[in-house]
């Protein structure tokens, strides 16, 4: 214990028998201080280190959180064996469905051999790719459609109608947050198209967002009053939210085009 004691009291006779010099000193070793240099000699007795404090540590830097998107592998069905043209134009006719032939496997056959063939690239292999999707999504294969719809956008993500497509097919599969976001980036592109109002529409009524629904599907009227999957959508949206009025909008549309029933049949909505 007496060696304890001692040890402080011997090193503050020392510290005290330094006097003036290692008070000096010890200013030399404050930068906030004039008398501050760092190479200052240290006074006899004096037995502190010369070494300047490390700075205390700072908050850590997180490194920014980069998310990794997984991999997505579509697995596409079978095309249809059907009679495709040899003649370049000929075939991106088919494939956008402006021949006599432009069934939906006509366009997928069509489709298909341009994308096979390498010859395309750009805005016009992407429009091929846009219309394959059409083409599956006609055939109910959304799964497909949303493959070929990320092609399209990965080549022209300017171009709103693959925006639209794939919010469509993502609806249809249940993918509801992501259909949303690619709907209202089509609107942005091109502002109060018909169909994205119309793939909102019935977004919304997935996500039993009748009031938003209903507003997206008079907003399509407006624009054509004689739309028939409009009125539908609007319809069943309306009976959906409990307004019987609905009934009205559906007989109206399926008057207007009896192929309405079908094309939401495939959507997974009947009425």
Do not use: H
């Amino acid at each position: 214990m007496m060696r304890l004691a001692i040890a402080p009291l011997v090193l503050a006779l020392a510290w005290c028998a330094a006097g003036p010099a290692a008070a000096q000193y010890t200013a030399s070793l404050d930068p906030s201080l004039p008398n501050y240099s760092p190479t200052a000699e240290r006074p006899s007795g004096d037995t502190r280190s010369s070494r300047k404090p490390d700075p205390a540590p700072g908050p850590a830097k997180m490194r920014p959180f980069v998310p990794v998107m997984p991999t997505v592998v579509v697995v596409y069905p079978p095309i249809p064996k059907v009679p495709v043209p040899k003649a370049p134009e000929a075939q991106f006719a088919q494939c956008a469905g402006n021949s006599d032939a432009a069934t939906p496997d006509a366009m997928l056959a069509a489709c298909s051999a341009i994308i096979a063939s390498g010859r395309e690239n750009g805005g016009r292999l992407a429009e091929v790719y846009a219309n394959r999707g059409k083409a599956w999504q006609a055939t109910s294969q959304f799964n497909a459609a949303i493959g070929d719809y990320d092609q399209a956008i990965r080549l022209a993500p300017q171009k709103s109608e693959a925006w639209q497509g794939r919010c469509m097919s993502r609806a249809v599969v249940g993918q509801l947050a992501q259909a949303l976001a690619d709907c209202e980036l089509a609107l942005k592109l091109k502002p109060d198209d018909i169909d994205s109002l119309e793939s909102r529409g019935f977004t919304y009524r997935k996500m039993r967002d009748f009031t938003r629904s209903i507003a997206d599907y008079n907003a399509a009227l407006q624009i054509d009053p004689r739309r028939a999957s409009a009125l539908f959508g609007r319809g069943v949206a309306k009976l959906d939210s409990g307004d019987f009025n609905g009934s009205a909008d559906i007989k109206l549309a399926k008057d207007m085009q009896s192929s309405v029933t079908q094309q939401f049949g495939r959507y997974g909505v009947y009425r």
